[in-house]
């Protein structure tokens, strides 16, 4: 099924659903990916410390599809912060996918204490405007990181890519995110698939639908008009996970879904973690 597009805030499009290779190991991805691919999916979302780019790399060589029409992101870990390490971590992401550019290039981790992300992204600014990064942005901001980010560079980021479910609803950074025109990403939009998909209301809205608990919450986090990346290996799951353009949730399956927000996170405090 086709995927429609994000327009992010510089013109360039997005797919709003794409596959996450997070803990795929690097000789699992190819095969992951490429079942992706088939099923339909165009934008893929790894990064640097998940240590499989040269598997999605071969993938996306395999696959044959026409490099316009992909989307490939990938994100610089947290020991390569700082200007020079920065255009020396993008080189070695883009030998290791194989590729010539990559459509959006983010910032994994703010580090807010080590005070260097903004060296980072005008590193970031230097590789947009050399074309090898289609876009640029960052990840795990709070609005007060992208706050001083702006003040001091000239590209607003083109997406915020934060964790983000029925349990961590994240309202003020949507909204703050809609403000500047950053287009929010969900990380993790199935929770991790633990608890969440067992929630009664999610389950009685996916049996009302005829569609399991996966679809419906994806289908909540494109109705609010985010991006989502849904991770699996199972090949059944990866289908099941985009075949989620032919039905829709109504106000009140929307509304009990946002009901739910427990201001819960299941990962790290973007405040305080600095793991290098
Ligand atoms: P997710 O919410 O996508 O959940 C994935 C898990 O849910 C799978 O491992 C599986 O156990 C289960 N699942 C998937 N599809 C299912 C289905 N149809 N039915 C039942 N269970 C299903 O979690 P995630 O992998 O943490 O997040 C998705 C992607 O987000 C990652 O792969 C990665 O690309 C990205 N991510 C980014 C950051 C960041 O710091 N920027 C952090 C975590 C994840």
Known sequence: SKVP?????????????????????????????????EAGYRSIDTAAIYGNEEGVGKAVAASGIPREDLFVTTKLWNSDHGYDSA??????????????????????????????????????????????????GVSNFLPEHLERLIDATSVIPAVNQIELH???????????????????EAWSPLGQGKGLLEVPAIVAIAQKHGRSPAQV????????????????????????????????????????????????????????????
């Open 5 to 37: 597009p994000i327009i992010l805030n510089n013109g360039v499009e997005m797919p709003q659903l794409g596959f996450g290779v997070w803990q795929v190991p690097d000789g699992e991805a190819e095969s992951a990916v490429a079942t992706a691919l």
């Open 166 to 184: 029925p349990h961590l609803q994240q309202p003020a950074a949507r909204e703050y995110h809609a403000e500047q025109g950053i287009a929010t």
């Open 87 to 136: 255009l020396r971590a993008f080189d070695a992401s883009l030998a290791k996918l194989g590729l010539e550019y990559v459509d959006l290039y983010l910032i994994h981790w703010p580090l807010p204490s080590r005070g260097r992300f903004v060296e980072t992204y005008k590193a970031f600014e230097k590789i947009h405007a050399d074309g090898r990064a289609k876009a640029i």
């Open 217 to 276: 919450v994806l289908r909540w986090h494109l109705q609010l008009g985010t991006i989502v990346i849904p991770k699996s290996v199972t090949p059944s799951r990866i289908r099941e996970n985009i075949q989620v353009f032919d039905f829709s949730l109504d106000t009140e399956d929307m509304a009990a879904i946002s009901a739910l927000n427990e201001d819960r996170r299941i990962g790290p405090d973007p405040a305080t973690f600095d793991m290098a």
